[in-house]
């Protein structure tokens, strides 16, 4: 059966009755919409992620492929790689039946303290358009929608429900608005609106969504509110949100069918959402003759294949070792060498006797940031096992954490407690009536329980109850994280009981991560003891619990010499530094950059005991680096996903270059950044003073150097920047190639991400001093000369004007950049814009690429 066209979903409006379409506008679940069986539509299934896809539960019992985090597939500059770690979310999707992916972030870079940095990917808006884009193309091609979200102004967490985002109008569109753009022109199905308000208006109210987004775009796709975005009642009945996420209750679950028949919401507003569900649920197969039978919500939505939609029917799942060889690809690709003196890496196993790996983080790497991209990995290759597994047989490896563990408690595993029912390693959790009768009990394997696999129902208590036999003697710190009435209980004794009352709107900190409550309690090394947390169950006091334990505080100059000497003692030092779960997480910005607690005098001390150090930083954004011109080599891994050892063992002993390219400028230090303040002032508003001038056009306006230029990143060879070629005066709007010819002057075979940029002395118009207008990557022999054509989009030399509230070129000559970093550009050359008028420029406008039929709404 050929694809369902537009033509024949129309008529299915009218099948549906006013109380039907109102119906369908409200999620039905956490994680579905409803479905309408008078027209064929069974419920979609929304997830995060981007990091992976969770699926409708969100704990360790359904695990995820985890990708590198978003800052580190944008580091790749690579668009093939992209697509292909879209096929692979697609297929994940398709495994958890999962129809619309939340992906890709594309708000920008714009302080490096933004708590969701990790998850964004630059903060250029080209570069971050062509990276979503690209992802966007591979998750759409396995029929799962993508979503671009958070539309629009939601580039920190600082009170992100109510801050007013203020942005002048040009750069609006040059910077904020422009990846959305790219994301249209790729085709994407679903719009995520963000919760920020923009200019004074909540996003999911925001005119915003009309134009430029479904009229001068053309998206045809669904705009799907932000978790508990929708918090009025007409203003977003009346804008372009369409669909609003989670239910079943809500402003318009609430009021939305009394105000259409009061003539307060207009029909044909509620008409044109349900038309874009339809079509969506078009799109990934939930709507036609074979998804009648897929009603009821206990069936996985996957089993519906693609006839009658643009899903393609029976693809299987990328097969295991497929995808673990393509996300230990994505970690090379995505790592930046950022500093490698005297050659030191790669590191040839061969003539290496010892290595010594130091660091917490090598061990307890951090795959992935916190918050709802989080997901649960069924393995993790850490770097120690990385490293290990490359110099079994050639080498020893020594391991030294170098710092005392932690004094933050970390939810109980499976490798510190067990059961009291069975004795299984993990943990049990119960269900408790007001009278403390059970109701239900489960075993699992995380003290960090979100939700347990049985609906609440009348249960007044949530318990989490384990066998414990602590390391060491001593005082251990104890925690119980939730909100309402929280107990503790060690060996019958209470140890902690209070009452929390919400301090948030915030889902993050309600359901996800909500704060710990800490206790000091000593303990005897080896003595089993029993703990009970226990937690109320209240209406509105979120869905987390977690149990969680820190041992004594620990001699932090003992474990420091014992890594130093471990580090003199080798012929290698690989130190592994790193954020933790608190720094970088959705919800909260950072407060700073500095690394935590210690790991500056690690690096260092280690540095002195033996020159022969490589610096590994394990982080999903910037981090001050006061060291990083004393290290030889300094190796930016990200959060590098589940693969991380593997793949970081191939830089570090050659197998694989590091192919990253730094999409975001490093500072050395957090008072050098230049573009830094997320919070908004008392009025609630956060102005975005510095207008387009944001990461490298900041720097290069403020004429402050920092430690790391957008767009730097050592390879394992050299490259010669020979000519630049630019051309023939072009036509306003018009793309355009640039040729740039580079040498391989090296010694082995490598791969260049050749960048262009443009500037114009002598404007009109305020520009920055200069800005990314296209990149290619080219791959060379020693000695091999190659030409990198870059192409550059019509819209490469224009700007927005606020008088005309349209796109326009200043004729003239503009000068081309070429080279390998925002701060390292030998070629230069002219191009002349003609006079003209401007033919608008940017992609192709939306389109649906499975059917390509055009509705009628995007014209
Ligand atoms: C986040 C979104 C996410 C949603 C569902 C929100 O708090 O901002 O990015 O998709 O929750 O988890």
């Known amino acids: 059966m050929a694809a369902m066209t537009d033509e024949e979903t129309e ?17 039905a679940s956490t994680w579905r919409t409803y479905g309408e069986p008078a027209v064929g539509l069974r419920p979609l299934t929304l997830s995060d992620g981007p990091a ?175 978790w508990g975005g929708v918090r009025a009642l007409l203003e977003t009945a009346r804008s372009g949100q369409d669909l609003a996420m989670p239910g079943p209750d809500g402003p318009w679950a609430a009021g939305l069918l009394a105000a259409l028949e009061q003539g307060l919401a207009p029909a044909e507003a509620v008409d044109d ?115 290990e597994r490359a110099l079994e047989g050639v080498a020893s490896v020594t391991y030294r954490p170098g710092l005392p563990p932690s004094a933050r408690p970390q939810p109980l595993g499976r490798d510190r407690a067990r059961d009291p029912r069975d004795g299984e390693p993990g943990v049990l959790v119960r269900l408790l009536d007001a009278h403390g009768a059970e109701l239900h009990a489960e075993h699992r394997l995380s003290g960090r329980i979100v939700e347990p696999s049985v609906p609440a129902g009348d249960a007044a208590l949530v318990e989490i109850r384990a066998l414990f036999r602590p390391t060491e003697s001593g005082r251990w710190t104890w925690a119980v994280g939730g909100w309402g009435d929280i107990s503790l209980a060690v060996d019958g004794h209470e140890a902690l009981s209070g009452t929390f009352p919400l301090d948030s709107d915030d889902p993050t900190r309600v359901h996800v991560a909500p704060p710990l409550r800490t206790v000091g309690v000593e303990m005897t090394a080896d003595r089993e003891v029993e703990v009970v947390a226990r937690r109320s169950l209240a209406p509105g006091s979120g869905v987390a619990t977690v149990l969680a334990a820190a041992p004594p505080a620990g001699d932090a100059d003992a474990a420091r010499a014992e890594a130093v000497a471990a580090a003199r003692a080798a012929d290698v030092a690989v130190v592994v530094v790193g954020t933790t779960e608190q720094s970088e997480s959705e919800g909260h910005d950072r407060e700073s950059l500095d690394l935590p607690e210690g790991q500056d005098a690690l690096v260092r001390a280690v540095v002195r005991a033996n020159p022969r150090t490589v610096v590994v930083v394990n982080a999903g954004g910037p981090v001050a680096l006061p060291w990083h011109e004393r290290v030889p080599a300094l190796l930016l891994a990200w959060f590098p996903g589940q693969e991380a050892g593997d793949g970081l063992a191939d830089v570090l002993f050659g197998r694989a270059e590091p192919g990253g390219r730094l999409p975001t400028t490093w500072a050395a230090a957090q008072d050098d950044v230049p573009v830094l303040g997320t919070a908004p002032g008392a009025d609630g508003r ?4 510095e207008g387009p001038h944001i990461g490298y056009r900041a720097w290069l306006r403020s ?49 260049e991400v050749v960048q262009v940029y443009l500037a114009r002395s002598g404007s009109a118009v305020e520009r920055p001093v200069r800005g990314l207008i296209g990149y290619a990557a080219v791959e060379a022999e020693p000695g091999e000369s190659v030409v990198a054509v870059v192409r550059v989009d019509g819209r490469a030399l224009a700007h927005w004007s606020p008088a005309r509230h349209g796109w326009e070129t200043e004729p003239g000559a503009f000068t081309l950049l070429g080279g390998p970093s925002a701060g390292d550009l030998p070629l230069t050359a002219e191009v002349v814009a003609l006079p003209g008028p401007d033919s608008a420029g940017k992609g192709s406008g939306n389109g649906s690429e499975h059917d390509g039929e055009r509705s009628p709404l995007m014209l």
Request: net charge neutral.
């Open 11 to 27: 008529p299915l409006l009218d099948k549906l009755d006013a109380a039907m379409k109102v119906r369908l506008l409200t999620g």
């Open 52 to 226: 992976g896809v969770r699926g409708e539960t969100w704990d360790e019992r359904e695990t995820s492929l985890v990708l590198p985090s978003p800052t580190a597939l944008a580091a790749s500059w690579d668009e093939r790689l992209l697509t292909d770690l879209g096929a692979l979310l697609a297929s994940e999707a398709r495994r958890k039946g999962v129809d619309v992916l939340l992906a890709p972030t594309l708000n920008l870079h714009r302080s490096p303290l933004g708590g969701r940095h990790f998850e964004c990917f630059s903060e250029d808006a080209l570069l971050t358009g062509r990276t979503g884009a690209a992802l966007i193309r591979g998750i759409q091609s396995g029929g799962v929608a993508a979503t671009a979200k958070h539309f629009v102004g939601n580039d920190a967490e600082t009170d992100r429900l109510t801050v007013d985002v203020r942005i002048d109008e040009r750069t609006l569109h040059e910077v904020y608005l422009a990846p959305f753009e790219d994301a249209v022109s790729a085709g994407v199905w679903a719009v995520m609106s963000a919760y920020n308000k923009v200019g004074g208006v909540t996003m999911s109210a925001s005119p915003l969504l009309d134009r430029p987004l479904k009229e001068d775009w053309g998206f045809d796709g669904l705009v799907v509110s932000d």
């Open 273 to 387: 959402k349900v038309r874009r569900l339809l079509r969506l649920a078009r799109r990934v197969g939930a709507l036609g003759a074979d998804g009648l039978g897929a009603f009821g919500s206990d069936r996985p939505a996957h089993r519906v294949n693609g006839t009658g939609s643009g899903r393609p029917a029976h693809r299987p799942p990328m097969a295991p070792d497929a995808a673990r060889a393509l996300l230990r690809r994505a970690v090379s690709a995505g790592a930046v060498l950022l500093r490698n003196e005297g050659g030191l890496l790669p590191l040839d196993p061969a003539a290496l006797g010892s290595v010594a790996v130091i660091g917490p983080h090598a061990t307890a790497v951090r795959i992935q940031g916190g918050g709802s991209a989080e997901v649960f990995p069924e393995h993790v290759v850490t770097p120690l096992a990385g490293v």
């Open 686 to 689: 956060l102005h975005y003073a």
């Open 703 to 751: 004429g402050g150097a920092p430690a790391y230029w957008f767009g730097h990143g050592l390879g394992y060879t050299a490259w010669e920047y020979e000519e630049l070629t630019a051309p023939e005066p072009v036509r306003p709007g018009e793309p355009f190639d640039v040729r740039v010819r580079v040498r391989n002057s090296g010694r082995r075979r490598g791969r």
